[in-house]
C-alpha cells in the first residue's frame, strides 16, 4: 500500500498502484509517498499513525481496488470525507480531493493504455522477442526457436524472422507510445482543480489517442 500524505502526516490518499500515487506526489506540492504493509508478514502498525478513522474504515470495508476507495457512491465521490475530523481544514481538504479526482482520472488512462499495449505485446512472447535478437540476417544466424516458428509456418528462416522482427518492432513502439501519453496526460491531470476540468482532459486523451491509433 501506498499512502500519500502531506507535512502533517496526514493521509492524502493511499494506493496499491505505486504509479499512480507516485504521479499524484508529483502533482500535490509539500507531499511524500509511504509504502507501507497492512497485512501479513508485510504488516506495519506504525502505518496506521497515517489513516485516520474513516481511511481505516475504508480499507476494512471497500471491496473495490484500493486505487479508488472513496468512491462509494455515483454522484458523491466525497461521501468518505463527510465524517473526516481532518475535513474541517478546508486547504487539506481541497487537497484530498484533488488527489482522489486526480487518482480517477490517471486510473482512467493508465489502465486505457494498458489495455492498448496488451493488446499489441500480447502478438509476441518476451522470451521468443529475447530470441529474435540473437538472430541475423547478415551471418544466417537464427536460434532453434526462430527455426521452430519457420518450420509450422511452412516459411524460411529469413521470412520467420522479418516477420517477427516487425511484431517486436510494433510492440516496442505502442510501449513507447503509452508511456509518453502517460506521462503527458498524467501531468495535465496534476493541473486540474474541478471534476469537470477531469471529464474535459480524458475527452483530449481519448480523442488523441485514437486519432493516432
Not at 2 to 30: C, H, M, Q, W
Not at 160 to 188: C, F, G, N, P
Request: charged share 25%; hydrophobic share 40%; aromatic share 12%.
Amino acid at each position: 500500500m501506498y499512502i500519500l500524505k502531506d507535512t502533517s502526516n496526514r493521509v492524502l490518499f493511499f494506493s496499491a498502484n505505486p504509479v499512480i500515487a507516485d504521479f499524484l506526489r508529483e502533482g500535490l506540492i509539500n507531499s511524500a509517498l509511504v509504502k507501507v504493509g497492512l497485512e501479513g508478514d508485510d504488516a506495519n502498525v506504525d502505518a496506521f499513525k497515517y489513516l485516520s478513522d474513516t481511511d481505516i474504515r475504508s480499507l476494512r470495508t471497500n471491496s473495490l481496488s484500493p486505487t479508488f476507495l472513496y468512491f462509494r457512491r455515483p454522484g458523491d465521490p466525497y461521501e468518505a470525507f463527510k465524517h473526516d475530523p481532518t475535513a474541517g481544514d478546508p486547504e487539506f481538504f481541497k487537497s484530498k480531493c484533488a488527489a482522489v479526482m486526480r487518482a480517477n482520472y490517471i486510473g482512467v488512462v493508465l489502465s486505457t493504455l494498458e489495455g492498448m499495449v496488451f493488446r499489441t505485446t500480447r502478438r509476441i512472447d518476451p522470451l521468443l522477442a529475447a530470441s529474435i535478437g540473437e538472430c541475423s540476417l547478415f551471418d544466417q544466424r537464427y536460434t532453434p526457436a526462430l527455426l521452430e516458428y519457420a518450420q509450422i509456418l511452412g516459411i524460411s528462416p529469413d521470412a520467420a524472422l522479418q516477420e517477427l522482427q516487425m511484431i517486436v518492432d510494433s510492440a516496442t513502439i505502442a510501449q513507447a507510445r503509452a508511456s509518453a501519453y502517460l506521462h503527458k496526460y498524467a501531468r495535465i491531470i496534476n493541473g486540474a482543480r474541478t471534476w469537470d476540468e477531469g471529464v474535459r482532459i480524458i475527452d483530449q486523451f481519448y480523442a488523441e489517442i485514437y486519432d493516432h491509433t
